[in-house]
């Protein structure tokens, strides 16, 4: 038998606390999750929350922090073909923290913060491929929350038309539009690379 240190036993603990509020957040939302029921749903009392983590607000920031991926700059082919990929991954099935985030993203102040936080750093990553002399900001933003919205109507929304298409149709007619904005035109009518 093996002995678990208090420090394990603790960590243990939180982990299913957080594992308890991810999967509630991302049912309810920030609002509509209590306390209470993250704790009833970890098996554990209420007030070990609040001693784990200050308050709901402290619990939701731990819940919902995930990495932020990082696209290379390897140039537009890369990025198109990395985001696109991103978008199966997303449609395949969100983690329980992002899909927590989202769902509160447009209600809670601060997982409006952590949004924006992410998506900002992949705007970042995707802008730096693109030719400077044609919006990369903007055309990296815009390929960014493309990706975002398809997402929400897949995944948040259920949209019908999205739900009955297959992943591998949804990023076969998706992917020409990030083509356009992640490979502008030259002047003469080529795309860029």
Known sequence: MTATSRADRRRATEERVLDAARALFAERGFEQTTVRAVAAAA??????????????????????????ESLPPDGPDDVVDRLVESLTLKLGGLPVS????????????????HAREMLGRQVESVAACIPESSDPDLRAALAVTAIVGVTLGHQLLSLPTLQDASVARIAEVFRPAVEALVQPLRSDGSASS
């Open 43 to 68: 098996q554990v009392d209420p007030s070990l929350v609040m001693q784990y983590f200050g308050s709901k607000r402290d619990l939701f920031s731990r819940a919902v922090r995930a990495p932020v």
């Open 98 to 113: 992002t899909a927590a985030m989202l769902r509160s993203m447009l209600t809670d102040p601060e997982a409006g913060d």
